[in-house]
């Protein structure tokens, strides 16, 4: 693919649901975006889901229609695959720095018919699926990726050409390499999203060693409607798990690693879980071991009361250990602190960490952008001013790579942050001289946090 420098009102970085709908929003107010996500699919963490908390929606139903939008938007140009990496100011405006990786597919003539990937002899973990299911070396990345492009790993290619022998448009394009190019815009809209505390971080819980302990996005899929198995099995021996744990803050609130605020989504999503899995797997006890439950958003006290309604045990406990025997049955040592912090052990089939939230934005992206000292996270206004500024001005944030924070709080933010945008851009035209890009107005005094 030629990828030309280009002029946009707006670059939005990040493809999951936060940056949609910021471009989406400024988009359908006329303003040219650039949208640019580094995965071959926009979609985010969103489109892995399986259903969201507390209307137990189907997740794919509530992202697949966006992710159309945005694709076929007039005033959106999607780049996948693509990396921002770096941003500076240049007097007029944004200039990014951008790097398109190689598909080895031509993008504009694949159809995603996907008979390469049915011709490529070579499989690996899925890595949409956790690991849990297989992909091929080329593939389109998940049924309902967009764009529906194929995508090759060369990394783990043998060169073999079966793909080049089945592609019947003739995409495949060994000869590949990657193409940097650089987006002059506006405003910049960082929406760069999340990642998850890594399943090994706790090294008492076993994750990422004990084949039962699993992290909380591996059940996502095991119950995703488009998952792996169509079944929630266990990875050890193939079995439907009886008895289920949830071992909460795994990865949130603790002084040991560095991460002291709660995640907020965690609490919730361990409970929808739950109530999918009481569905999925009638039989199975689920007990939940947690410090404190936080249902801060609007029913969600209500949907835990439904959890506990059904039948799921909510034990207060801090898990201090997780081993295995060898059955790799997982077992659970626990402090009761309701029970004057009695310590007990108890086998469970299978053990779900509920991993938190840690920052994936990387300070060097915008060098002068602030980030908080209190968790790594985009830094936001402390009080009384929108959310979405960061301290620079032209420079928005949008969704969790401003915190912790649940998709209908990363949408709200989403549509804040593009109206930010717009009234920035709007106040640029008015002082500038030269028509689009204007210098930018003198930083305001703001306190961030
Ligand atoms: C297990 C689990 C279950 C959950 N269940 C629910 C639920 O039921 N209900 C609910 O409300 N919330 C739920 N959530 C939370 C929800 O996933 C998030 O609130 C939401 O996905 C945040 O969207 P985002 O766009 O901010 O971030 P992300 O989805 O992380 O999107 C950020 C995007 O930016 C891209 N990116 C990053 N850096 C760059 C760069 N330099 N250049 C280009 N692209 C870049 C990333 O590849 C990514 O696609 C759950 C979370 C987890 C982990
Ligand atoms: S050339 Fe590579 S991607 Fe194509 S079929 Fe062979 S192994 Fe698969
Ligand atoms: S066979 Fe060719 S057109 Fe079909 S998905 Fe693969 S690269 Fe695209």
Redesign the pocket.
Known sequence: MQVNDLQVDALVVGGGIAGMQAALDLADQGYHVALVEKEASIGGKMIALSKVFPTLDCCSCITTPKMSAVAHHKNIQLFTYCEVEAVQQNGHGFKAHLKQKPRYVIEEDCTGCRH?EY????DLPSAFDMGLGAQ???RVPFSTAVPQKAV?DMEY????????QACPDDCIDFTQTAQDFVIEAGAVVLATGFELTPTDAKAEYGGGKLLNVVDALTVERLLAPTGPYGHVLRASDGKEPESIAYVQCAGSRDKTLGIEYCSRICCMYAIKQAMLLSGALPLADITIYYMDIRTFGKGYEQFYQNARAMGIEFVKGKVARITADDDHNPQVRVELIDDGSRVVEQHHDLVVLSVGMIPSFNPQLIYDVPIAASDGFVATPAANLSPCLTGRPGVFVAGTAAGPMDIVDSIIMAGAAAAETAAYLEEQRQVGTNGRFALPLPARELSYA
Request: hydrophobic letters at 40%; a positive charge.
């Open positions: 390469c011709a490529c002899p070579l091929r070396v080329i090759l290619c043998i060169l073999c050409g079966k793909c080049e």
